[in-house]
């Protein structure tokens, strides 16, 4: 009896343990219990110590790849919006120049017959630089956005899943009889 009796309480506790931390959801790289209230890092650290294949430096270390992907794309966003400004600024800088050259060839060109001289219409254009470097930036933040799509997906990803770890309740039973190496109490958790 005294058995059966420390073996409902081993059960118990097993389960009380289980369900202290049961329900959490994580906003951002913070995990947050069902009542609203942030988890401290000793809160999260003991939360994964009774977590099998867990251990809160996995968590410390995808957060840490979590919040440089959010970065990633924060940063390479505003290049690229910054690079598509640049660009437009630059196009915008050619066509100006374009027009006016051509609009002074249609009226001086038949004046420069009339002296004798050839005329030179090139376009030495100071907006070429501009709307190259706005290509460059537009592109260089283009590709940060992938690689920072990539990376905060896979370790948003990686978050998620531990928190479905944690949240997921072991099971616990308590079986009296023929057992795998016998006959006896097994209790199972």
């Known amino acids: 009896m005294l058995i059966l009796v420390l073996a409902a309480i081993a059960m118990a506790d097993a389960y009380l343990a289980s369900a202290q931390y049961n ?37 410390v270390r995808d957060s840490r790849g979590f919040k440089a992907g959010k970065g990633l794309l924060i940063a390479s966003g505003s290049l690229t919006g910054a690079g598509l400004l640049t660009l437009g600024v630059g ?13 002074g060839a249609v009226f001086f060109a038949p004046l420069a017959s ?9 376009i030495d254009s100071c907006f070429k ?11 260089t933040g283009i590709l940060g956005l992938a690689t920072g799509a990539t990376v905060y997906c896979v370790y948003r990803k990686r978050l998620d899943s531990m928190v479905e770890a944690c949240n997921a309740r072991p099971d616990v039973s308590l ?3 023929l057992q795998r190496h016998g006959a006896g109490l097994a209790l199972n958790f």
């Open 23 to 59: 329900d959490i959801y994580r906003r951002g790289a913070k995990l947050y219990s069902a009542d609203g209230t942030m988890l401290t890092s000793g809160q999260v650290s003991a939360m994964f110590r009774n977590t099998e294949g867990l251990t809160y430096r996995d968590w």
């Open 91 to 103: 196009a915008a800088g050619l066509l100006a120049e374009g027009l006016a050259v051509g609009v």
């Open 129 to 139: 630089g501009v709307a190259v470097a706005g290509l460059v930036m537009t592109g």
């Open 114 to 122: 009339l002296s004798g001289e050839t005329p030179d219409f090139s």
């Open 175 to 177: 079986s009296v009889g």
